[in-house]
């Protein structure tokens, strides 16, 4: 449900700062977060839980759309990169300790405890309105006549990409666990160790992305994303050795995670500055339609072919695009 959120939330996010200012929405995003995310702290019942985590999503959405776009009014070129990757980097860091934490919270306290842990929004959104205190200027202005949603549609080659990109993308995340499974891998906590490897090197790619892509240039720089992704499935669908299949999911982290950096700064070098949170807010749910579709495209496929056989064709679609 956070994840639907997070789809439908991203458009709406993104007209909204065109509209209030990125900086506003940081607050009202950073607001929404700690109170639907700690809501489980209390509510009964599994409609009111649902809907408190389809509101955290858009929250989450807003945090992300809002971090990103503040990134871009201050930085350009390399740093930008360079920013957006240690942006990344922390992201996942954050991600795999809070997973870490929560799981022992859930032990020792009760299952509510973990979503104590959203509370932390609120010293954040404190810093937030202490520091920014204004918004920069813009560095470039729209063209006279031209409206925001010209510029939008005219994107949208990019954002079908990344749909496609990211269906593909969501093997290891969402199907892995099948594959593992099938392979008589069932316990949960050894499958969550190999996946985990992908968040450790999601924060390695993240450290390394601004060096990387300075050294490579950004068609090259996607051109490795793709043949990590595409090595990593590759690997799953030719070995059921579980070490092979932690390298694949090492190299998915890489991979993935820099997909997400480079395809920011992407939209962030194409937008309009004054569009650029409509521009992320788009490509955000352009990431979580390719998250929703993966389960409908994969599953039968798996169910027709294998589960190694599916990460394989879906390995070579990646290696030839």
Known sequence: MAS?????????????????????????????????????????GITPLLSSRLIQGIGSAGISIATSAMIADRFEGVARSR?????????????????LISGRLAEIIGWRAPFALFLTALPM?????????????????????VLPSA?????????????????????????LSF????????????????????????FVGGMLYGKTIERLGQRWMLFLILLCMAVSDFIIGFTTDITAIVIACGLS???????????????????????????????????YVGDFLNP??????????GNHNAFTLVGAILLVT
């Open 4 to 44: 639907v959120g997070v789809m439908v939330g991203g458009p709406l996010v993104g007209l909204l700062s065109v509209r209030i200012g990125i900086r506003r929405v940081l607050f009202l995003s950073l607001a929404i977060y700690a109170i639907a995310g700690s809501a489980g702290l209390y509510l009964e």
């Open 83 to 99: 920013i957006l990757g240690y942006q990344g980097a922390f992201m996942a860091a954050a991600g795999f300790f809070a997973l």
């Open 125 to 145: 959104l404190a810093l937030a309105v202490v520091s920014l205190d204004t918004e920069p200027a813009l560095k470039d202005k729209a063209r006279v006549g």
């Open 151 to 175: 510029s939008i549609l005219s994107m949208w080659p990019t954002f079908l990409a990344v749909v496609l990109i990211y269906t593909a993308g969501y093997m290891i995340y969402l199907q």
């Open 179 to 202: 594959v593992l499974a099938g392979d008589h891998v069932t316990s949960p906590a050894l499958q969550s160790r190999i996946v985990s490897t992908s968040t450790i090197m999601h």
């Open 253 to 287: 982290g890489l991979g993935g995670g820099n997909l997400v950096i480079y395809i920011t700064n992407l939209i962030l070098d194409r937008a309009r500055a004054e569009i650029r949170g409509e521009a992320l807010g788009f490509m955000v749910m352009a990431m």
């Open 296 to 305: 409908w495209v994969a599953t039968p496929l798996r169910a027709a072919i």
